[in-house]
């Protein structure tokens, strides 16, 4: 990995946040410090955006899994069961077709 002295970094941010910006998530993240000791990552917003979902989940994991652990219900519910407690309505109208488009009868 190629540490980014901050000068240089600083010197090319627009031409740096530019092409971060068009690659996406192919840009290769820019790694910004001094001393050659890595200090700041410079990466796409759609990666960013990947990323802090991985990390939330990451870090609701083990409460579910404590939840899980204590829970007095079966966790043997179904589809219609969950969707219910959670106020979803899951029924599709039957005179759609399985694209979802009304059919023309």
Known sequence: MRVEPISSARAQLSETVARIGEQGLQAEPVVIGRRYKPEAV????????????????????????ERLATSTTSPDLTLEEVADSLGIDIEEPSSSTPNGHESAA
Do not use: T, W
């Not at 917003?45 to 990323?51: A, D, H, I, P, V």
């Open 42 to 65: 410079i990466i796409s917003f759609e990666l960013y955006e990947q990323l802090a979902d991985l990390i939330d989940e990451i870090q609701l994991a083990p409460l579910i899994r």
